[in-house]
């Protein structure tokens, strides 16, 4: 069983310059500068409800859209989940959670096998064009479990199941993958090896 599970990763394009560290044995403690507050804000909820301990320092355009800078970020987290985890052994590997916030109902089930897949669903219509804190746009949510998704290495699947606040739709669905992933990152003293009849994931 690897006893360090932490990953430092970095990535730098013509449009963002992103540099993350996370401890996957952590209290959940998130120092997060993205120049996207809103997406500041998720991404502390993402730490806090996971106990995933996170640091994240980005610096891109988004004088033109935050598009690429919450894109990048998302690309690097996947990134350095899937270093931090490692071979994966001895670890709970699923994890499910339904999560409310208020009128907003969320339920994220996770599988790290290795295999990225990413289903979607229950956002109302219009979400993905409403504008949250002055550049976060809807749309990004989606894109945003994608990109961390296929770079994880991991199978994501999110039913909005409630909602009717754009901020509580987007903040429920970023707790409810908190919880998730939390339990299945989990160490659990009864598994011995990989979690996988195959002997890999």
């Known amino acids: ?68 800078t919450v894109e990048d970020v998302a690309i690097v987290l996947g990134d350095a989940l899937r270093e931090a985890l490692g071979d994966k052994s001895g670890i709970a590997r699923f994890g499910d959670a339904t999560v409310p916030l208020d009128e907003a109902l969320v339920q994220a089930v996770v599988d790290v096998a290795g295999r990225p897949y990413v289903v979607h669903t229950g956002e109302p219509a219009g979400q993905e064009y409403v504008v949250i804190g ?20 991991i199978a994501l699947h999110v039913r909005v199941l409630s909602g009717r606040d754009p901020h509580h739709i987007v903040e429920a ?27 890999a994931l």
């Open 173 to 199: 669905q970023f707790k409810a993958v908190a919880r998730a992933l939390r339990a299945a990152v989990a160490r659990d003293p009864r598994v011995v090896g990989v979690p996988s009849a195959k002997g």
């Open 1 to 68: 069983m690897t006893s360090n599970r932490t990953a430092t990763v970095t990535r730098t394009t013509s449009e963002s310059s992103v540099e993350l560290t996370l401890d996957l044995d952590g209290t959940g403690v998130g120092e997060v500068s993205t120049g996207v507050r809103f997406y500041d804000h998720m991404l502390l909820s993402l730490a806090k409800h996971s106990l995933v301990d996170l640091r994240v320092k980005a610096v891109g355009d988004v004088d033109v859209d935050a598009h690429h």
């Open 134 to 153: 002055g550049n976060y746009v809807g749309s990004l949510t989606r894109h945003v479990l994608e990109s961390f998704a296929f770079h994880a290495g």
